[in-house]
């Protein structure tokens, strides 16, 4: 099992794109404008040329093992960095580098689900999810348990943002993703209107608690500092102080719960309950008042959760 890392320092950018041009320069750049974190991510999509080929092969030969019709799931984009580079870059350490995949699709029946539930969640830091239908975006809000953001195109679906359906996701601790990098230097003003649209529905709907703002830069020139990001979202959030969260707090937010959705934590936070209860007696006693404490938090509603966010600190390295 790869070895994840999940402390968050500082400004967080949650997306550069693996398939960057040169993605090492694109990462120390980033750096240097004053990222800590960052996260380098893979997207994978239902019908790319691979999905095509398996079917193609399934025509032939109807007899085939379930592994052949699931598409692999690519490997981990791994970079080091040199004293020398960090030199050049005038940076004192390297940033904390997490792994991302993101899944684009819109079939809810797809294999390539399964295959991130059983590869996917165990290889990379963080899940992301594009749903390119409405099926897929109900399926992702409420049932889908590997995904810890949800990264939605502002022009290529037209999603219902449903109001109970977005609450759904926040309640599992699942956080939306805006991406500026289509407002920098975009020739298509559609891109440019849908991607505040979406940002101004997500920010009424639920408050910007669960929002976070991420570069998904492919090249230098789309990628910009924190301040300026802040700036540049103002007309999304309410304030420069709910931008700034999201490019820090709500992104180690994030983090932190991508970290207790994965299998392995579970186990260990299992084991090590168990080892500090003496008897099954005591045990059955408090699931019984685990039970009772999630019933009185569903009785006291969703809106209790958004000012506790609004109440923490901000904490940023320099």
């Given amino acids: 099992m790869v070895l994840m890392v999940y402390k968050a320092s500082g400004y967080c950018d949650l997306n550069i794109n693996s398939k960057a041009r040169n993605l090492k320069d694109l990462v120390l750049r980033a750096a240097t404008s004053g990222y800590q974190t960052i996260a380098i991510n893979t997207t994978v999509f239902e019908n790319d040329e691979h999905d095509n080929i398996v079917m193609k092969k399934g025509k032939k030969k109807q007899k085939q093992s379930n592994s052949d ?34 899944l684009v699709y819109g079939n809810t029946d797809s294999p390539l689900l399964k295959q991130v539930a059983v590869d996917a969640v165990q ?3 963080l899940v992301a999810v594009t749903p390119t239908s ?27 943002l449903s109001k109970n359906l977005l609450w759904d996701a926040v309640q599992r ?18 891109q440019l209107q849908g991607t505040f649209q979406l940002g101004n529905e997500l920010s009424r709907i639920i408050d910007c608690g669960n929002m976070i703002v991420c570069s998904g830069a492919n090249s230098v020139e789309t990628l910009r500092a924190p301040r300026d990001v802040a700036n540049l979202m103002h007309s999304v959030f309410p304030s420069s102080t709910s931008s700034i969260r999201a490019i820090a707090v709500t992104c180690h937010d994030a983090i932190k719960f991508a970290r207790e959705r994965k299998p392995c934590f579970k186990k260990c936070a299992v084991s090590a309950l168990t080892e500090n209860i ?20 569903k009785k006291s509603g969703l809106s209790s959760r958004v000012p506790k966010l609004k109440k923490r600190k901000m904490h940023l390295g320099k």
């Avoid at 049932?143 to 999603?159: Q, Y």
């Fill in 69 to 102: 019709t699931v598409p692999a799931i690519p490997e981990l984009t791994r970079l080091s960095f040199t004293s020398t580079d960090l030199l050049k870059h005038k940076l004192n350490k390297p940033p904390i580098l997490l792994s991302r995949i993101t």
């Fill in 123 to 125: 290889k990379y830091d």
């Fill in 134 to 160: 409405q099926a897929a975006f109900k399926q992702v809000c409420q049932t889908l348990p590997f995904v810890d953001i949800i990264s939605m195109d502002p022009c290529g679906s037209n999603l219902n």
């Fill in 173 to 190: 601790n699942i956080y939306f993703e805006i991406k500026y990098n289509v407002c920098i230097g975009s020739g298509n003003p559609k």
């Fill in 278 to 297: 003496k008897n099954e007696e005591d045990y059955n006693v408090l699931q019984g008042k685990r039970k009772l404490d999630h019933c009185e938090s």
